[in-house]
Each structure stands twice: as C-alpha cells, then as structure tokens.
C-alpha cells in the first residue's frame, strides 16, 4: 500500500475495521501517468467506474476531466450526482430492457449499443440520434476466463462481420453513428491485444461504413501486478505504438477523431487497500489459520478469481514470516483472503492491509449473513477523511425490514422480542 503504517493505523483507531481505505494522490497520479502514455490531442479518459463508485473517487477524476464509462442507470445518476455532464458520460449497459433504454435516453448521454437486436429495436424508436456501436473485437484476453470479454464465446459486442446488417439498420433509421466501442477484457496479458483489437475495429471503420464518426473507444483493460511475480507494463512505451497506429489510420480515414480508452483497474486497483483486524488465530494440524473481521462479502476477488491480493502486516512488519490462511467472518469454507501465504509473525489485534483493492472490491461487494459493508475512508494531501461510514448492524437490518413487503419497524414488537425491538428501534 502506498500510505504509511502510521496513517493506516491512525485510520483503525479512528474509524474502526473492517475500512476500505483509498488514496487519492496516487489516483491522480496514476491518470497523470495514463494521460502521458497516450500523448494524442484527443485523447478521453472514460474511468470505468463499475470498478469503484466512491463519490470522492469520482470527484477527483471529474476534476482532472475524465469522462465517465457507465453501465446501469445507479452509475448514471451517481455519476452526475458527482458532477459529470450528461455530455462527459457514454452509456455502455449490455441487455437493457426497453425501459432502461427510454430512462437514458432522457438524460442526454450518448447510448453505446452492442447487439443487432437491440439496434433494431432501439433505431425503430429513436430514429435519426447519435449513437455509439460496440464490436466484438474477436481478440481473446483478460487475467482470468470470467473476464475476457471478446471473442465468440461471450455476450458483447457486435460481430464484425455483422457489419452490413448494422449499416443498413443505421441508413434506413438516418442514425448518426459517432463512435466506434470495444473492450477486450480485464487485466490483458497479451501484449499485442490492445494493438490487435483496435485493428479488427478500425477494419470496419471506413469513411464509407461510417462518415460521420469523431472518435473510437478502445475499452479498459489495462492491467495492474497483483502477484508477486507481476510486473507494472510500460504503458509509455505501449503507448507509442497505440498513437502510432491511430494516427495513421486517422490519416486513412481524413480526419483526427477522438481516441477513448475506459480505464477502471488501472487508474484505482492500487490505490486501495481494506484494512482488517486479527480476531482469532487457530492452529489446526496441518495449518495455522488467521480469522479477520472482514469477509469474502466485502473483498470477493480471492474467492471469485482465485485473484491474489498482497497482505501486510501492518502492526508486526519486521517479524519472522510464517504461512497462513487469512479467513474472513463468514460460514463458507471459501471465505479466504489468501490461502498458504508467507506473512510477518500475526497476533491477534494485528491490523492487516489487504492491498490493491481499490478496483472492484467494495464495487462488488455484499451483506451475505448481514454483515454490514465496510467504511470507506480517503486521503488526500496527508488528510485522512470519512467518505462514508460503517452501518451498523441495527441501521442494516432497519433498511431491509423496511424495504419488506407487511414488516415496518413500528410493527416489530409483534415479531421479535422485547430485547431486540429495544435494540432496533430505541422505544
Ligand atoms: N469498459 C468496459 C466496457 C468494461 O466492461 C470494463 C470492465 C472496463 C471498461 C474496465 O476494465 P478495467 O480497465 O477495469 O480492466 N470484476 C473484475 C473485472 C471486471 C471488469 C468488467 N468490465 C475483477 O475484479 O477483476
């Protein structure tokens, strides 16, 4: 993690574990770093924010000019909640129901389509619209198989070779397609993939298919080392040849259009880290097994991608290692943050750093056994700020009877007892 031992531990003893904690410079930084990569006059950034939410998250980066890639209505307005115009959005859901799609159009941002069926229909009713087109790149990547996006084996995009079938729906309905979209898959490994998928695109985006285009949206990708062996690609010399390429085709195609890249993992993944505390430590014959108070609920990539994430040991660094399985709070075998792992001597209290998990850990996270979600604290400058809090088990429980269909917490004393009807509502 890149904040001190001691500002992760002032944020324990302030605000509690289990704490999400992000760092905002390193943010900055790393869209700095990505701006410098790709030094091309129309160069936007469309931050993925499916991969973390956080409004302080999002201000930032509507600060520096990103623009943002949504995907369901929730992102949409949390998006403009935090600042961004309707025009600074690209809407990029896949399998909306028609009312979805009404709902957006309402709004203003540009619609990315990425079925024939869907086009069909969509074109039918809002003939003569700008409108952005996802291909399938049929190019193969991603760190693991439930995030590899392209290729015949997946729901997205349109097939290239569908193409003829896409020009006739966009000239009968008059649609102005201005964008080309793809996304290849998360945390590509291949080098060549980034280079090879904007090839495939740009074979179909021809002044005669499509006259009208101002810019083409390469997707997110861009992979981040979670393991030990992982190293950080040189993103400024992949870069070059990115540029290179599209410069050139913009000469083919006469005129200088946009180049759009949707970073998610890049720009937060390590700018995050969940902080844990050790509440239990068990030796069983054959291993010594750690017990956090945290979860696969609150961090599922472990569980999910047998993803590694880096664990410090905050409060016992400079100890003798020794090999662990770090388990979370919940009754499920799976429930491991990391399993045969070599960490600093843990006792229990220890505070523990789960890192890189500023990217798609709190985003996708859970109240499985109504474990309420971690807090989430930001640093900006040296400040530690609370950017939401802990609820706690009583405000979770409140919501969702609430939320119930005939149970209102005025009506609890009927259903529970006395004991917890006190605990619940304080009457
Ligand atoms: N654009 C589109 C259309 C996407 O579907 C995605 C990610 C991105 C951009 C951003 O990709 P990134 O730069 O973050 O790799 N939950 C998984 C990752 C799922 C990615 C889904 N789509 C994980 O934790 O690894």
Known sequence: MSLASHILKKIAETHGTPTYVYDIDRIKERYQYFQAAFPWPGLTICYA?????????????????????????????????CGFKASRIIYTA???????VDEIM???????????????KYAAKYPGTRLCLRFNPDVVDG???????????????????DVDKVLRVARDHKLKIVGLHEHTGSGLIKPDSILNSMKNIMSVATQNNFPNLEFLDFGGGFKVPYGPDETEIDYKLVGQDIVALFSSFCDSYGKKLGLYFEPGKFLTAKAGCLLVEVNTIKTNRKKTICGTDSGFPQLIRPMFYDAYHHI??????????????ICGNIC??????????????????????INDAGAYCYAMGGVYNLR??????????????????????????????EESIGIHPGQLNKHSNEACYQTLVGA
């Open 332 to 353: 499920e075998t799976g429930d491991l943050f990391a399993k045969n792992r070599l960490i600093s001597r843990i006792r229990e209290k220890d505070l523990l750093s």
């Open 312 to 325: 410090e040991n905050i409060s016992n660094p400079e100890s003798d290692k020794i090999e662990y399985d």
């Open 106 to 120: 309402k709004t203003g941002v540009l619609m990315n389509i990425g079925s024939l069926s869907r086009l069909e």
């Open 143 to 161: 760190e693991h198989d439930k995030i590899k996006t392209g290729g015949d084996l997946t729901k997205f995009g349109i097939l290239l070779e």
């Open 94 to 100: 896949n399998n909306m129901k028609d009312c979805e």
């Open 372 to 401: 309420p979600m971690p807090a989430e604290v930001v640093v900006e400058n040296g400040r530690i700020m609370l950017s939401r809090r802990r609820k706690t088990s009583e405000d979770l429980i409140l919501s969702i009877l």
């Open 49 to 81: 924010m499916k991969a973390n939410y956080n409004p302080n998250i999002l201000r930032t980066l509507r600060s520096l000019g990103a623009f943002i890639d949504a995907v369901s209505p929730g992102d949409l307005y949390m998006a403009m909640a």
